[in-house]
Nanobody
Framework: VQLQASGGGLVQAGDSLRLSCAVSGRSFSIRAVGWFRQAPGKEREVVAAIWWRTGYTTYTDSVKGRFTATTDNAKNTVYLQMNSLKLEDTAVYYC???????????????????WGQGTQVTVSS
């Protein structure tokens, strides 16, 4: 499985961005796709996770109501719509895929066995 994240950029606080994660390879084996982010000096944290077939989604508290993760199974693409961006959303964003994780582990980085390269999101004041 290969993952290609794109859509990052430099925006102002309050703006919106949509990240895309194109999934290729053995996509039929995927159970969930996660969006994670890592800011300088901080640990990688989950932003959102989506169950591939059903669209069931979880979000970290800091992005609830602002971020929305969706899948387009026909295009094998997962999106992260980010609205009302804040300075603290600045980070490198990664998409990941897990082929053997269970529902209760969707927010755990160690549950994902495929990772794409990151895309930088910078929010300025």
């Amino acid at each position: 499985v290969q993952l290609q994240a794109s859509g990052g950029g430099l925006v102002q606080a309050g703006d919106s961005l949509r990240l895309s994660c194109a999934v290729s390879g053995r996509s039929f084996s995927i159970r969930a796709v996660g969006w994670f982010r890592q800011a300088p000096g901080k640990e990688r944290e989950v932003v959102a996770a989506i169950w591939w077939r059903t669209g069931y989604t979880t979000y970290t508290d800091s992005v609830k109501g602002r971020f929305t993760a969706t899948t387009d199974n026909a295009k094998n693409t997962v999106y992260l719509q980010m609205n009302s961006l804040k300075l603290e959303d600045t980070a490198v964003y990664y998409c990941s895929a897990g082929s053997s994780l269970i529902l209760s582990s969707m927010n755990e980085p160690t549950a994902y066995n495929y990772w794409g390269q990151g895309t930088q999101v910078t929010v300025s004041s």
